[in-house]
T-cell receptor
Framework: KNQVEQSPQSLIILEGKNCTLQCNYTVSPFSNLRWYKQDTGRGPVSLTIMTFSENTKSNGRYTATLDADTKQSSLHITASQLSDSASYICVVSARSSGGSNYKLTFGKGTLLTVNP | SAVISQKPSRDICQRGTSLTIQCQVDSQVTMMFWYRQQPGQSLTLIATANQGSEATYESGFVIDKFPISRPNLTFSTLTVSNMSPEDSSIYLC????????????????FGPGTRLTVL
């Protein structure tokens, strides 16, 4: 069964500090891994998308890593800001047989709170 | 990118009634999906909205409870029928964009969601 597990479930940090969120997955056949940011009351917004061959991808203060061998990913946030307070969701895509269709498996998310 | 709007943004409904949620996309898209996000849970796919034909439902979701329309490539509706408090959730419309030239990973965009509370 395809699964995506995220840790920690929630995290509180002070503004300006760094943090790292973890994602472990058992999804096959793997197509790509995405990190989304979901502000309270809003829909998820894509931060990064990584394929099998990509180890690291950055988007501003967000850096995602992927280890396809151990099936782990992390999202590192540098110099956190109050606006980073949100839920961060790891989503893994499995390519279905026959081409363009794909299936997404969602993690439950890590709720990050950045305090002043 | 695709810009998605949903109506209503939130609603409070009585048990036994039905609510129709609208999803409008600013461009023509082939793949359109409806998700549910219950409190503290991850997103769960309800169905794929197919243009001009019946939606494809995931296990645990049925057409009688969640009828879906997709009259064209930019619009879809999801109805939550005969609601109960267990239907209280955020309902999200999503579209998938397949990139061909140059080829790159498919991208999925989400609408802002409709927060439904059933009393």
């Amino acid at each position: 069964k395809n699964q995506v597990e995220q840790s920690p479930q929630s995290l509180i940090i002070l503004e300006g500090k760094n943090c790292t969120l973890q994602c472990n997955y058992t999804v096959s056949p793997f197509s790509n891994l995405r990190w989304y940011k979901q502000d309270t009351g809003r829909g998820p917004v894509s931060l990064t998308i990584m394929t099998f061959s990509e180890n690291t991808k950055s988007n501003g203060r967000y850096t995602a890593t992927l280890d396809a061998d151990t099936k782990q990913s992390s999202l590192h946030i540098t110099a956190s800001q109050l606006s980073d307070s949100a839920s961060y969701i790891c989503v893994v895509s499995a390519r279905s047989s026959g081409g363009s269709n794909y299936k997404l498996t969602f993690g439950k998310g890590t709720l990050l709170t950045v305090n002043p | 990118s695709a810009v998605i709007s949903q109506k209503p943004s939130r609603d409070i409904c009585q048990r036994g009634t039905s609510l129709t949620i609208q999803c409008q996309v600013d461009s023509q898209v082939t793949m359109m999906f409806w998700y549910r996000q219950q409190p503290g849970q991850s997103l769960t796919l309800i169905a794929t909205a197919n243009q001009g034909s019946e939606a494809t439902y995931e296990s645990g979701f049925v057409i009688d409870k969640f009828p879906i329309s997709r009259p064209n490539l930019t619009f879809s509706t999801l109805t939550v029928s005969n609601m109960s408090p267990e239907d209280s959730s955020i309902y999200l419309c999503s579209v998938g964009v397949v990139w061909r030239l140059p080829p790159r990973p498919d991208t999925q965009y989400f609408g802002p969601g409709t927060r439904l509370t059933v009393l």
